[in-house]
């Protein structure tokens, strides 16, 4: 089994090729990555393939409350349904809680059957509608789990 790590700044090329293959109007820029591999509060997590990222999730933590948020989790299309995209959110939830963090929050798309999925086979709560949320105008849908 691939073993899951921290990326650092030698894979901001990496982190935003995995980003503009998983996403087509939610790729994040190379700045806003840069910006995440170096913030404090922010943890970005990957999966190494023979020939780059295979899967990512950036996790992000704010002082003074005990949420934490996965921002993203993308997993390239000839490596899912494998089981990744569960394993990094296993992974976010254990370091979330070592943390002190008591819940973990994240949005999908509405359409995003995938994502919903995945988040709800993890034991995630819909929460919340998100009216024009996303780039594009599509609505959200707010998850959360107490770890
Ligand atoms: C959503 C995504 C991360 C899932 O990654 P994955 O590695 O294929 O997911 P896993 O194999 O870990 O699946 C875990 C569970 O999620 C659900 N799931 C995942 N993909 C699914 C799909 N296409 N349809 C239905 N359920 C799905 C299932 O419950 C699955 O469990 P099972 O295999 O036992 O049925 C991946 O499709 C992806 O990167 N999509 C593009 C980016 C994106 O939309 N990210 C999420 C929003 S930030």
Redo the contacts with the bound molecule.
């Keep these: 089994m691939r073993d899951i790590r921290t990326a650092d700044g030698d894979d901001l090329d990496a982190l935003r090729r995995l980003e503009t293959r998983?996403?087509d109007l939610d790729a994040q820029s190379r700045r806003s990555l840069r910006h995440l591999l170096t913030r404090a509060n922010a943890t970005v997590r990957v999966v190494d393939g023979d020939d780059g990222l295979l899967?990512g999730a950036v996790l992000l933590f704010r002082r003074g409350t005990r949420s934490a948020r996965l921002y993203?989790?993308?997993?390239v299309p000839e490596?899912?349904?494998?089981?990744?995209?569960?394993r990094l959110l296993a992974d976010a939830e254990r370091l979330a809680a070592a943390r002190g963090c008591r819940r973990l929050r994240a949005e999908?798309r509405l359409g995003?059957?995938?994502?919903r999925?995945?988040f709800a086979?993890a034991g995630y709560r819909e929460r919340a509608c998100l009216p024009g949320y996303y780039p594009g105008g599509e609505a959200g849908i707010r998850l959360e789990k107490e770890l």
């Design positions: 998983c996403f899967a993203s989790v993308a997993v490596a899912r349904g494998g089981g990744l995209a569960r999908a995003n059957t995938a994502s999925a995945l086979a």
